[in-house]
């Protein structure tokens, strides 16, 4: 596979831009829409013009063009031919490049049986859940074998329990593969679910570079912590271990079960928009489960962020405006929430 190293990148868009991705790495780069991060895949893979330098495994990739950088590059929208069945869909990439049938069929046999789709590789696209056109879209873009793969928000159409599937799968793809890979989002789940390293990306700039629990414990400026979602921060004052991987933690008067897998940790984050928040009690296994009250609400265009003050606690939720308005919940109004384990890091 190979590294990729972006020198003093500077367009429309970006500003004296300098990133390096290791060799077979997940790199998932956040940021607010508008920010440069599709610019940034889009001058990786040599879509549009810049100044500086970008380099493959330290060869400069600037006179090549995209049809020779042997980049992947998976967009938001699944872009699927709707003339051309799943097996032909997949198969086209090789077909351009006069492979022969034999190792085509191969290639998409392969494919299919990777990403569990050899039910359907006779349909059309109309014919496809939105995960499986996701599926089918990933494995038209591994069919090359890329050194390179760059996923532009891929799971921004789909509902929240088959993104969350297809998360677990394109990680352990990629893994396997060992393939270099950069994912652009604006979900800091996905961030935390599938980086080695996170980037995040403010008006063209990058703001910071660092492993994912590194960003969240420790941003540099209050605008990275704002893009990781504000999430909230509380010293732990005391850790009790329990059974089954399982620790309690005790923060001023608010007590929390995380996960623990062993080893010290004295810092807890929850992330706001793993929250969940009701008008009415949460019948749920979730164990952190709390009464809280509304203090304050502030919206950034389509988003909710939700002060809550819970046991002599703020904590930061984070909603959809659709979703915060469905609530019918006001200022000073108490309010049902739900912590689940997924919402809570530790370090």
């Known amino acids: 596979m190979a590294s990729i190293r972006l020198e003093n990148i500077t367009n429309y868009s970006c500003k004296c831009v300098n990133l390096e991705i290791k060799d077979g790495q997940m790199m998932v780069v956040v940021g607010q829409t508008g920010a440069g991060k599709t610019t940034l895949l889009n001058i990786i893979s040599g879509l549009v013009s810049y100044e ?47 492979m022969r049938q034999e190792d085509i069929a191969k290639r998409v046999n392969e494919l299919t049986s990777m990403l569990a789709i050899e039910h359907i590789v006779d349909r059309y696209p109309k014919g496809l859940s939105g995960g499986e056109k996701q599926r089918v879209a990933f494995a038209r873009t591994l069919a090359p074998k890329p050194k390179i793969l760059l996923l532009d928000e891929p799971f921004s159409s789909l509902d929240p329990r088959t993104a969350s599937v297809l998360r677990s799968e394109i990680r352990s793809l990629q893994k396997r593969l060992h393939i270099t890979t950069i994912f652009v989002t604006h979900n800091q789940k996905e961030a935390f679910d599938l980086a080695d390293s996170v980037a995040v990306v403010d008006n063209g700039t990058i703001a910071q570079v660092g492993k994912p629990l590194e960003m969240l414990f420790y941003p540099k400026t209050p605008s990275v912590h704002y893009l990781l979602g504000s999430p909230t921060i509380l010293k732990c004052d005391e850790v009790v271990v329990l059974d089954f991987g399982l620790a309690k933690v005790l923060s001023g008067s608010l007590s929390l079960i995380v996960a623990h897998e062993g080893g010290f940790f004295n810092k807890l984050a929850i992330l706001s928009n793993e929250i969940r928040l009701s008008k009415y009690p949460i019948e749920s296994a979730i164990p952190n489960k709390f009464k809280a009250r509304v203090s304050d609400v502030k919206f950034q265009k389509t988003i909710a962020h939700i002060s809550l003050e819970i046991q002599g606690t703020t904590l930061m939720a984070e909603l959809s405006m659709v979703n915060w308005e469905q609530l019918r919940v006001d200022i000073e109004d108490e309010i049902f929430i739900a912590i689940p384990f997924s919402a809570i890091k530790i370090s």
Request: glycine content about 6%; aromatic content about 18%; overall charge negative.
């Open 52 to 98: 500086g330098s970008v380099y493959f495994d330290e060869e400069c990739m600037d006179s090549i063009s995209p049809r020779y950088r042997d980049v992947g590059y998976l967009f938001q929208s699944f872009a699927l031919f709707p003339n051309l069945t799943v097996r032909e869909n997949i198969a086209f990439g090789l077909e351009v490049r006069h």
